[in-house]
Every structure is written in C-alpha cells, then in structure tokens.
C-alpha cells in the first residue's frame, strides 16, 4: 500500500513546503475553510458533544467535516441513551442481550468515526497531529 501524501499544514511545519509544488496554503484560502455550523436536528447529548468537539477542534475541523462530526455525537447520544437503559435493565430480564449488542454497535461505530478526528493520543499519532517524544518540564 503506498503512503499517504502528507499534509500541506505538515510542509509547512517541516519546512519543506513549496507554493509551486504544494499549493496554496489553507490560511491563504480564507472562508473555505470555515468551522463547520451546528446542525439543528441535534438535541440534548449529541448537542452537547458538539459544542465541546467545536471547542477542542478548533482549526482542526472545517466546514466540509460538519457531516461526519454530526454522525459522531449522534452515535454519542445513542450510546448514551442505550447505556441508561442498560443500568436500568437486570441481565436476566427480556431485551438485556439485545441492548447489549446495541451498545456494541453503538461504541464501535463512534470509535470508527472518532478515529477519523484523532480523538486519542494513538489516533492522533497516525494522523501525525502532534508531535511524539517526552515532554520537557516546565522551570
């Protein structure tokens, strides 16, 4: 499998960007590259996950990611809601092994699109957001 093209935002950081060969930088390209709006069918859960993400992402995420950020916090809120009905359930009542697949498919699918966001210190590593090694400490 080839590699991925690095980023223009890593040439840059690198030092090894060029205008002829990279193209124009994002900051070049102004509203573009907006932060994506809140959609409004996301209530409660979801919306709160939003407004979070929004915060820790920002200049990270762009207009175009809105969509897929949605699909995140609505897996939140699902995941939520069939938590809650999982403390409320005993593992011998009808309906507890079907909740508990729910929950399966619910953590998996929000895992899978929280990787795409780089929402873990290993997933921020693939995507090469931050950089690797000790930390220095602070005098």
């Not at 590699?3 to 990279?22: C, N, Q, S």
């Not at 590259?33 to 409660?44: N, R, T, W």
């Not at 969509?67 to 069939?82: D, F, G, K, N, T």
């Not at 009808?94 to 929950?103: C, I, M, R, S």
Request: aromatic share 6%.
């Amino acid at each position: 499998m080839p590699t991925p093209r690095k980023p223009i935002e890593r040439h840059v950081l690198d030092g090894t960007y060029r205008a002829d060969r990279h193209g124009a930088i994002l900051a070049d390209l102004g509203d573009a590259f907006a932060s994506p709006v809140k959609p409004p069918d996301l209530k409660g859960d979801a919306s709160k996950l939003w407004d979070t993400l929004i915060v820790m992402l920002a200049g990270v995420v762009r207009d175009r990611d809105g969509l897929m950020l949605a699909e995140l916090c609505q897996w939140w809120s699902e995941l939520r809601r069939v938590k809650t009905a999982l403390a409320a359930t005993t593992p011998d009542a009808k309906g507890y092994n079907q909740l508990l697949v729910a929950a399966g498919i619910c953590s998996d699918k929000f895992d899978k699109i929280a990787n795409r966001f780089g929402l873990t210190p290993c997933d921020r590593a693939k995507l090469g957001a931050e950089s690797t090694g000790p930390v220095k400490p602070r005098v």
